[in-house]
């Protein structure tokens, strides 16, 4: 495969997986507006359409498409998301100054779905301009940014859970805890530049950092399969479920990606961005 090829390929996955992200998180804040809040409601459901758009114009590339126009492409969902960033950091900053008493989204998870835009923003800036991290600096600052994500996933399970799910709350605030450890010595290890970053050291942290996410992600498959045969009690939608599923899912598929790279597997070109 030619680096062009791979930029395709690259640049389609990312904008499929995190531009249906980015349509549920406007569903999500929607329907924790309040029924006056008709100026927001409306704006959720217009960036809902204009992802859900991106999302099938994403699907109609093939990896045989100029790198040009994907080039272009990413530009133009790069200027969409820098827009929803805008929204979720408003609805944030109307939350904090209680200017929407009643709402129910929690000021954490707006937080939370503005990081991953802004996360996804940068994938497309850096996917354009071909700058190639290095592996190692690419390993710490993905397991950063997706044990934060974790643990937040952890957090809002235990707080939708109705109380009288009583195990179900444990266990969602034993990944909350595990995972805020995880991501306290990945912040440790991030500190510690260039020292820490030995292939012994990287692949245990690799290695543990599996362990813990698919025990999450197992848990999050249960507690998906649990509501939507409306087994337990809560304020969780299926979708959110779903959702928080998936992002598990994609974070053992990037530790993967690394583990190979680490072993010789897989060359680097595929970690973060490319030259093309």
């Given amino acids: ?138 390993i710490i600052d993905e397991n950063v940014f997706f044990l934060k994500i974790m643990a937040d996933h952890a957090k809002f399970i235990s707080h939708l859970l109705d109380p009288s799910e009583r195990k179900l709350v444990d266990q969602a605030n034993d990944f909350s805890h595990d995972f805020d450890q995880l991501l306290f010595q990945a912040q440790d290890l991030d500190s510690m530049r260039p020292q820490s970053q030995t292939e012994p050291l990287l692949s245990q942290f690799l290695d543990q950092n599996r362990v813990s996410v698919s025990s999450l992600r197992d848990f999050k498959r249960t507690a998906r399969e649990l509501i939507e045969a409306c087994r337990i009690k809560s304020t969780i939608h299926p979708l959110l479920a779903d959702h928080v599923f998936r992002e598990a899912s994609r974070f053992l598929e990037i530790i993967d990606v690394f583990e190979a790279a680490l072993t010789g597997k897989q060359p680097a070109e595929n970690m973060r961005t490319l030259e093309h």
């Avoid at 704006?43 to 080039?71: H, W």
């Avoid at 998870?109 to 994938?123: C, G, I, P, T």
């Fill in 1 to 138: 495969m030619t680096l062009s090829d791979m930029f395709v390929t690259r640049s389609l996955d990312e904008v499929r997986f995190w531009s249906r992200i980015m349509k549920e998180h406007s569903f999500f804040l929607r329907l924790g507006f309040r029924a006056e809040d008709t100026q927001l409601i409306q704006e959720a459901n217009y960036f809902y359409a204009l992802f859900e758009n991106i999302e099938q114009r994403a699907s109609s590339f093939g990896t045989d498409t100029d790198p040009n126009t994907i080039m272009q492409f990413n530009n133009e969902v790069h200027t969409a998301v820098s827009y929803i960033w805008a929204f979720k950091r408003k609805v944030l900053g109307l939350i904090l100054t209680c200017q929407l008493p009643g709402q129910n989204n929690f000021p954490l998870l707006v937080d939370h779905v503005s990081r991953e835009a802004n996360y996804f923003r940068n994938r497309l800036t850096e996917l354009n301009q071909g700058t190639l991290e290095p592996l190692p600096d690419a």
